[in-house]
């Protein structure tokens, strides 16, 4: 590739020298240069291609991190610095791509980084949302939903050209395919995103203010949002109807491309290999079956074998309410084909296992598409360690007794190009200065540092970037915010999807607590800013009442001169990859609070690990791996273990109020909810409803965790406070160990194991 310079490429695009340019202008040239160097990359072309399916790619802005791809980084950045202008600034031209939501969606974004990374053949296919999930807005304390409308400046997408007929029941809809090219680190190939839009949508059907849509007009809205409220029947129908939309033309893709490349389609496997990520691409399995035997002439015995044999699913989840289930009358209403073949499915399934815990449809006639991931698929993969113990001893139990070769663990990855290299580059210019670069391309070279975790001046550097990030984050959250908070704080940071099982509500009833506590003059050992990132799905009732709390609880306690000093509660507006990057680096102390053995992985906990921040969380999902990295005394562990939490379940003789009414702490956080200070800034039917919630079902054990939670993180606050050198020691140990955690292991194992590629 031929050198870059800047001067130049401004003088050709708009006449004038580079420091007079605008960043604006300079967004747009980087973006052309980007764009250029990219497209001049080959694709990876082995004789096997893998299609990873995925309803999500939560793949955040992409300027910078494929400068950092291409090997252009550097280079750019000096030139600018140089012309006086900041590349962090320019950056803030670049839309966020709307098209994930949580850690489904990022997960799926770092393995194709890695993917091409490691110069794999294999792409990520799924849908081009025009709105993704919402943009989040906060009036009167309360979650608001708006369409998020990023497709107006968005400079990334390339027309594919391909274009496929999907047939549902009674209707038929074309396709247009458009693609995001992702380079390798390091590497002179590339692989793509492939997108699925439809030809006939209709931005029109969504008013300007409201995520509110005709939901009935599927040849106009089928790609218009990312999991389309299914709170009512025409929501869940809708949510078949994009799903199968999706999978069809991932199929008539697949097949199309495999031909291309030279397979007969009897040899199908020879040539691809479908991942599915979680449920939502289930019905690529049938549709796959579907294609060959209908419109290539291929026996059904033979379909199915082909099928199962190139196809593995990824189970992220053992709560029942992910675990996709539809009425398999809504399935015949969709594709009555896919139904029928979803029927022979099961019969085959039922001719073999005669259990019906383990049957495709049930005795209801509801279809279980995880089931029928299961038995149709070769491979059945948790995403860590205690994950997938509890499917194979529990939750899948059934399935694992029928298939134990099937059953295998990846433990999840990020991507260290994206939440080191991108977004902490002062971190990067430490530790390359102590162990050399090496650590860019292989994460697993990080534990390199570990020796200095006893030097001082190491620790010392490493505490400045720490304050200096804090310092970066209380600028941006008063620029965008209009918060302002002590940059001198420790910042306890909870960012990650609001859901009752990751438990935000605990870290409530601690903050509520903590509150009372410095009113009766037990001040904390440092003051403390408590920060939160995360949406509540809009039909997700109590989800939002937490939101609610939050903010209401935020203003309370900033309304109180003797709490303020102290305490400080900050909720992010509109939670995405780009604020990520900026809580991440600053943050002291990660909440990875889940009930233990609900949280499948996990991979925030990763993120912040790497960028030196403290875990306090249970012994749930890749937390105990982290555990098992650092050591016990490097993370702060609390509360019920995963097998007395399924015990407590299968006694079924857990009672909220008996621990409401046994401990006074407790009783009086809840109780504060619906009390004067709250009620006077929030309102009162959210707050009623989760303090009705809590002492009557916590669904989520929140209660029997409260105590040790509240002992275990004042010790963190007292460790941070009175042990500043042992605790930045801690961190570096935590840095040096995260290299495990690189999504490079993890699609090394995933294609050693499952896909074998360019074998």
């Not at 606050?717 to 995260?738: T, V």
Request: glycine share 6%.
């Amino acid at each position: 590739m031929p050198q870059i310079n800047l001067m130049e490429l401004a003088e050709q695009s708009f006449g004038t020298s580079l420091e007079q340019l605008d960043d604006r202008r300079i967004y747009k040239l980087l973006v052309k240069l980007v764009q250029e160097r990219s497209a001049a990359c080959p694709l990876n072309n082995g004789k096997k291609q893998l299609y990873y399916i995925s309803a999500e790619f939560l793949i955040g802005k992409l300027l910078i991190n494929n400068m950092i791809d291409l090997g252009i980084y550097d280079e750019v950045k000096d030139q600018l610095t140089a012309a006086g202008h900041d590349l962090n600034k320019i950056e803030e031209f670049e839309v966020e791509p709307s098209l994930g939501n949580g850690g489904l969606g990022r997960l799926a974004a770092c393995f194709l980084d890695s993917i091409a990374t490691l110069g794999l053949t294999g792409d990520g296919v799924g849908l081009n949302y025009h709105y993704g999930l919402f943009r989040q807005r906060f009036v009167d304390n309360q979650q608001k939903a708006v369409p998020d409308e990023w497709l107006g400046e968005q400079d990334i997408l390339v027309d594919d050209g391909r274009s496929y007929t999907v047939e549902f029941g009674d209707f038929a809809v074309t396709s247009k395919l458009v693609n995001i090219d992702v380079p390798g680190y390091g590497q002179p190939t590339k692989n793509r995103l492939r997108l699925f839009d439809l030809a006939s949508v209709d931005d029109g059907l969504v008013p300007g203010s409201s995520i509110d849509f005709d939901k009935t007009e599927i040849a106009k809205n089928l790609t218009l949002f990312l999991y389309p409220d299914d709170s009512d029947e025409q929501g869940r129908l809708l949510r078949i109807y994009q799903e199968y939309f999706m999978v069809s033309n991932a199929a008539q893709l697949l097949i199309d491309e495999a031909v291309e490349r030279g397979s007969n389609l009897h040899d199908l496997a020879d040539y691809a290999v479908v991942q599915i990520n979680d449920t939502h691409p289930t019905m690529v399995i049938p549709e796959l079956i579907r294609l060959l035997t209908t419109e290539h002439g291929i026996e059904f015995d033979e379909a199915v074998t082909i099928v199962r044999s190139m196809v593995a699913y990824t189970n992220h989840t053992i709560l029942a309410e992910a675990l996709e289930k539809w009425p398999l009358a809504s399935l015949q209403k969709v594709s009555p084909a896919i139904a029928d073949i979803i029927v022979k499915l099961d019969e085959i399934a039922k001719a073999e296992h005669d259990d019906p815990r383990v049957a495709i449809i049930d005795e209801h006639d509801t279809v279980h598409m995880a089931h029928m991931d299961i038995h149709f698929t070769h491979s059945t993969n948790g995403v860590a360690a205690l994950h997938t113990e509890i499917l194979k001893e529990s939750e899948l139990n059934g399935f694992y007794k029928l298939y134990p070769e099937k059953f295998n663990n990846k433990t999840n990855g990020i991507t260290f190009r994206r939440w080191l290299l991108e977004c902490d580059p002062a971190l990067v210019k430490e530790v390359e200065s102590l162990i050399g670069p090496g650590f860019r391309k292989d994460a697993a070279e990080l534990e390199k540092l570990l020796p200095y975790a006893e030097d001082a001046n190491v620790l010392q550097k490493f505490s400045q970037v720490k304050a200096d990030n804090k310092k970066a984050l209380a600028d941006w959250l008063e620029h965008t915010q209009g918060v302002k908070v002590d940059p001198t704080a420790m910042f306890d940071i909870q960012s990650k999807r609001l859901h009752e099982y990751k438990r935000q509500q605990l870290n409530l009833l601690y903050l509520i607590h903590q509150y009372f506590e410095i009113r009766a003059g037990h001040t904390p050992a440092v003051p403390l800013v408590s920060i939160f990132g995360a949406k509540a799905a809009p039909a997700y009732i109590i989800a939002k009442d937490i939101i609610h709390a939050l903010l209401t609880l935020s203003k309370v306690i900033a309304a109180d001169p003797l709490v303020a000093p102290w305490l400080q509660v900050v909720f992010v507006e509109n939670y995405n990859v780009t604020a990520a990057e900026k809580m991440i680096p600053a943050c002291d102390l990660s909440e990875q609070i889940s009930l233990a053995s609900k949280e499948a992985s996990g991979t925030g906990n990763m993120k912040f690990m790497l960028n030196g921040a403290l875990t306090l969380g249970t012994m749930d999902g890749a937390n105990v791996e982290i555990s098992q990295q650092v050591g016990n005394e490097n993370i702060y562990i609390f509360g019920q273990t995963s097998g007395q939490v399924i015990h407590r379940y299968a006694a079924g003789d857990y009672n909220p109020a008996d621990w409401y009414e046994g401990d006074p702490n407790l009783r009086r956080a809840i109780d504060f909810l619906t009390g004067p200070e709250m009620l006077a800034a929030g309102k009162e039917e959210n707050l009623a409803r989760l303090q009705h919630e809590l002492k009557t079902k916590d669904w989520f054990q929140t209660l029997p965790d409260f105590n040790a939670y509240v002992v275990r993180k004042g010790q963190a606050l007292s460790d941070y406070a009175c042990d500043p050198l042992g605790w930045r020691r801690k961190c570096l140990i935590n840095i040096s160990k995260a290299g495990f955690f690189s999504s490079d292991r993890t699609i090394a194992e995933y294609n050693s194991d499952i896909w074998h590629l360019g074998e």
